[in-house]
């Protein structure tokens, strides 16, 4: 059976993927961030502090919303990979006009190690684009921002009208396996 249509049904990896489209993304994210992650190791930073990293060093200074927005993380997980950031002195709180605000900045060691990341980085980047190859690469990316655009619409439409009730052909239902 092909679950409705919607499993894919030819290569030794498709059994292993999931209908259900967050599933299949958040495995395909493990892997491929584990990938970068024993790549990086050398570096001393794992791809995740490495993108932040690297987008303070983009912008020159960085505060929670520019970097929540810019790498579509909540802000739980975001304060806890910064602390660990500031625990390390890589990054530091700069002044900000707004008290309220938290701006970060890279420090010297920061952008040292940054430095040290970005070749590490390059070579996981040519590794996974010289499977999937740059054609296929630039359609997925085209695909995968027109999917976060629809999510994050979704999301902030969701939030703005509190919690939501299951549609009526859902109610009594059980939750759908992922």
């Not at 979704?154 to 939750?175: E, F, H, M, N, T």
Request: glycine share 8%.
């Amino acid at each position: 059976m092909n679950g409705g249509g919607t499993r894919p049904t030819k290569g030794p990896d498709r059994e292993r993927l999931s209908p259900c489209v967050c599933s299949t993304l958040r495995m395909v994210s493990r892997a491929v961030t584990q990938l970068y992650d024993d790549v990086l190791r050398p570096s001393g930073l794992r791809v995740t502090q490495f993108s932040i990293l690297a987008t303070i060093a983009r912008l020159g200074e960085a505060n929670l919303r520019q970097l929540e927005h810019m790498l579509a993380i909540d802000q739980t997980t975001l304060t806890r990979s910064l602390n660990l950031l500031e625990r390390d002195r890589v990054i530091e709180r700069v002044p900000h006009p707004d008290g309220r605000i938290k701006a970060m900045t890279l420090t010297s060691k920061g952008r040292r190690g940054l430095e040290a990341a970005r070749p590490l980085w390059a070579r996981a980047q040519d590794k996974v684009l010289r499977e999937l190859g740059t054609t296929a690469w630039a359609d997925a990316q085209r695909r995968l921002a027109h999917l976060l655009r629809v999510a994050v619409k979704k999301r902030r439409l969701i939030r703005g009208r509190g919690r939501v009730q299951p549609s009526p052909a859902r109610r009594g239902r059980g939750p759908v396996a992922g």
